[in-house]
């Protein structure tokens, strides 16, 4: 079992910046790709980010990529989401999420535990 608390969210105007934490226990999280995910109102849950075991890998949905960097601290057992350039549209509920597979860090259906969720709100 992993258990994934998300931090830092918040109230931001556009063009600002968050970071996102989330802090992991249980099982050693260096064993687990690391992901972020968000979900808008009305909307369906998208993929943000992801980072592999070693931090070798990142990946960046199309809308985030140049704004957003993902990283990992694997002694702290922290996963980070470093949010620039924040636009109206990156209002969110943003959720950490661990996966024990090789395979797709993209699709939510391949992570195996979940946070609760932080609310990123960005003002116009």
């Known amino acids: 079992q992993v258990q994934l608390v998300e931090s830092g969210g918040g109230l931001v105007q556009a063009g600002g910046s968050l970071r996102l934490s989330c802090a992991t226990s249980g099982r050693t999280f260096s064993s687990y790709t690391g992901g972020w995910f968000r979900q808008a109102p009305g909307k369906e849950r998208e993929f943000v980010s992801a980072?592999?075991?070693?931090?070798?890998?990142?990946y960046y949905s199309d809308s985030v990529r140049g704004r957003f960097t993902i990283s990992r601290d694997n002694a702290k057992n922290t996963v980070y989401l470093q949010m620039n350039s924040l636009k109206p549209e990156d209002t969110a509920v943003y959720y950490c999420a661990a996966s024990s597979r090789f395979y797709g860090a993209t699709m939510s259906r391949t992570y195996d535990y979940w946070g609760q969720g932080t609310q990123v709100t960005v003002s116009s």
């Open positions: 980072i592999t075991r070693s931090g070798g890998s990142t």
